[in-house]
């Protein structure tokens, strides 16, 4: 399928902010465990982020000059998506460095930053797909489907990597990933209908 690389993209993209936004509010509630288990977990996410964004690159026709896209900053959702995803993967790797470093507070405040920048990463991507020329896409149901796949797979995924790594919740790192594997496998079976209509909708109109 053509759309892969978009499919890639909006699963990673949506489950890396989720998860950073669990991090970022149970470590700012005083509840995420360890700093060494918060750094580990915002290097995971920075990496996720960073694959996303290179699996995004793959669907331009031009993936060299993909960088000409912020030129729309202005008037561009899909510019506005590359920013605002942009910064929330650089906070990740800041909030990663401040929780290695011992620097809490500091974390905190970046976390915050990267989880509304995540947020509005996921707003971004939403409007990009909320178009009148693809009806299927064009309802509720696609910035509801984007939001769920943030809070069903990026919790989660934030459960399962504190298990991991060290957590309050070591014992159910099992459970963890089994749940996880379940709600990305079933994210993945959506997404994947959610771009075959394009797919569809492509492959019907007329040839000249």
């Excluded at 918060?38 to 993936?63: C, D, R, W, Y």
Aim: proline content about 3%; hydrophobic content about 60%.
């Amino acid at each position: 399928m053509q759309e892969m690389p978009l499919l890639v993209f909006t699963l990673l993209e949506q489950t890396a902010v989720g998860a950073f936004a669990a991090l970022a509010a149970l470590r700012l509630a005083g509840k995420a465990g360890e700093g060494k288990v918060a750094f580990k977990i915002g290097l995971t996410v920075f990496a996720m982020s960073v694959v996303a964004m290179g699996a995004s690159m793959f669907h331009l026709g031009q993936p060299l000059r993909a960088v000409n896209v912020l030129f729309g900053m202005g008037s561009s959702w899909l510019s506005r998506e590359i920013l605002f995803f942009g910064l929330f993967a650089a906070c990740a790797l800041v909030y990663a460095l401040l929780e290695r470093a011992d620097k809490a507070g500091a974390a905190k405040a970046v976390g915050v930053v990267g989880a509304v920048c995540g947020v509005m990463a996921i707003v971004s991507t939403a409007i990009c797909y909320t178009q009148p020329g693809v009806p299927a896409w064009n309802s509720a149901w696609t910035p509801a489907q984007f939001a769920l796949t943030a809070v069903a797979c990026g919790i989660p995924l934030y459960g399962a990597l504190s298990a991991t790594f060290g957590g309050a919740a070591a014992k159910r790192a099992g459970a963890w990933w089994a749940a996880f594997a379940v709600l990305f496998v079933t994210q993945i079976a959506m997404r994947w209908m959610f771009f075959s209509d394009i797919v569809t909708l492509t492959s019907t109109l007329p040839t000249t």
